[in-house]
């Protein structure tokens, strides 16, 4: 079983940025692509970015590609998201996920197969 547990939310203001972190155990990091998705109240679930399990594919969400930054560090099995110049519309709780992804990298929630609980992201205007 894969544990994942995500920090770096709490409450900025609109322009600041700000670094989420997700703590993977378990089973080796290197074997799952990691991804970034968010989720308003009454909203489905957002894809905002994923990685393979190398580090070297990424994807973005056409609106997110931008301001938001996804990385890894799989020796300390650990996965990044950087949000900069933070918007109200990025409020939201943010998680993180892992899977064996057959393509590389997938912005469909439905090839994850591991999640986090997620952390809330709150940005004043």
């Known amino acids: 079983q894969v544990q994942l547990v995500e920090s770096g939310g709490g409450l900025v203001q609109a322009g600041d940025s700000l670094r989420l972190s997700c703590a993977v155990s378990?089973?080796?990091?290197?074997?799952?692509?990691l991804a970034w998705f968010r989720q308003a109240p009454g909203k489905e679930r957002e894809f905002v970015a994923a990685?393979?399990?190398?580090?070297?594919?990424?994807e973005y969400a056409d609106t997110m590609k931008e301001r938001f930054t996804i990385s890894r560090d799989n020796a300390k099995n650990t996965g990044f998201l950087q949000m900069n110049s933070a918007k109200p519309e990025d409020t939201d709780v943010y998680y993180c996920a892992a899977g064996a992804v057959p393509t590389l990298v997938s912005n469909s929630r439905w090839e994850y197969d591991y999640w986090g609980q997620g952390t809330q992201v709150t940005v004043s205007s």
């Open positions: 378990g089973r080796p990091f290197s074997r799952y692509t």
């Open positions: 990685m393979s399990r190398g580090g070297d594919t990424t």
